[in-house]
């Protein structure tokens, strides 16, 4: 149908607007944190040598190693945000959803305790935990169809995802805006991830 087509193309112009909206302020951002900490270092050392030392080691901070975090965490938010939005468009051929990890070494203890969650596609869980739900989260959800998840027990599900959200961990991705679906608020960063 064109008009649904034209819609879903509606959509995902809003979508990626606002998430490039959300990517423009989040740098703005850490531009502006940079410059904070470079003025403090500049206040604090005693000479240009000292200034130029830890200048160079806070830049390098700053430029690779949280600027690969961050383009890593960014490229894996776009993919999850895509699936989510196919996902949604598909709730009524695939009405559960099932919480996947990249299944190797570099998982989470804690993501991995929800590796096989399945959950109603409409369970308010997902608004939390929905990937990626930590920095370089490589986490995924798969549909699933109704028959395929007979004789699974959705409350022992709920119940895991339950325990995951009391523990410390979370608490902490909590405090750090990981605690929403990226796919629902186009938002790369969160408003709480600031520098």
């Given at each position: 149908?064109?008009?649904?087509?034209?819609?879903?193309?509606?959509?995902?112009?809003?979508?990626?607007?606002?998430?490039?909206?959300?990517?423009?302020?989040?740098?703005?951002?850490?531009?502006?944190?940079?410059?904070?900490?470079?003025?403090?270092?500049?206040?604090?050392?005693?000479?240009?040598?000292?200034?130029?030392?830890?200048?160079?080691?806070?830049?390098?901070?700053?430029?690779?190693?949280w600027?690969?975090?961050?383009?890593?965490?960014?490229?894996?938010?776009?993919?999850?945000?895509?699936?989510?939005?196919?996902?949604?468009?598909?709730?009524?051929?695939?009405?559960?959803w099932?919480?996947?990890?990249?299944?190797?070494?570099?998982?989470?203890?804690?993501?991995?305790?929800?590796?096989?969650?399945?959950?109603?596609?409409?369970?308010?869980?997902?608004?939390?935990?929905?990937?990626?739900?930590?920095?370089?989260?490589?986490?995924?959800?798969?549909?699933?169809?109704?028959?395929?998840?007979?004789?699974?027990?959705?409350?022992?599900?709920?119940?895991?995802?339950?325990?995951?959200?009391?523990?410390?961990?979370?608490?902490?991705?909590?405090?750090?805006?990981?605690?929403?679906?990226r796919?629902?608020?186009?938002?790369?960063?969160?408003?709480?991830?600031?520098?």
């Amino acid at each position: 149908n064109a008009d649904v087509d034209v819609a879903y193309k509606l959509s995902d112009d809003l979508f990626r607007m606002a998430a490039e909206q959300n990517l423009f302020h989040f740098s703005a951002a850490k531009t502006l944190a940079e410059i904070q900490e470079l003025n403090r270092l500049f206040r604090e050392s005693g000479s240009f040598d000292e200034f130029h030392r830890r200048a160079k080691e806070t830049t390098e901070v700053f430029n690779k190693t949280w600027q690969r975090t961050e383009y890593e965490t960014a490229v894996l938010t776009a993919e999850s945000a895509s699936n989510y939005h196919r996902l949604m468009g598909k709730t009524k051929m695939f009405p559960y959803w099932k919480y996947v990890t990249a299944g190797d070494e570099k998982v989470r203890e804690e993501h991995r305790k929800l590796d096989g969650v399945i959950l109603p596609a409409n369970d308010p869980r997902w608004k939390k935990i929905f990937p990626p739900n930590g920095w370089k989260c490589r986490c995924r959800v798969v549909p699933l169809m109704k028959h395929e998840v007979e004789g699974i027990d959705i409350n022992a599900m709920r119940a895991i995802v339950d325990e995951y959200l009391g523990t410390s961990e979370w608490k902490m991705n909590e405090a750090q805006g990981w605690d929403s679906n990226r796919g629902e608020t186009a938002e790369v960063f969160s408003k709480n991830q600031h520098y």
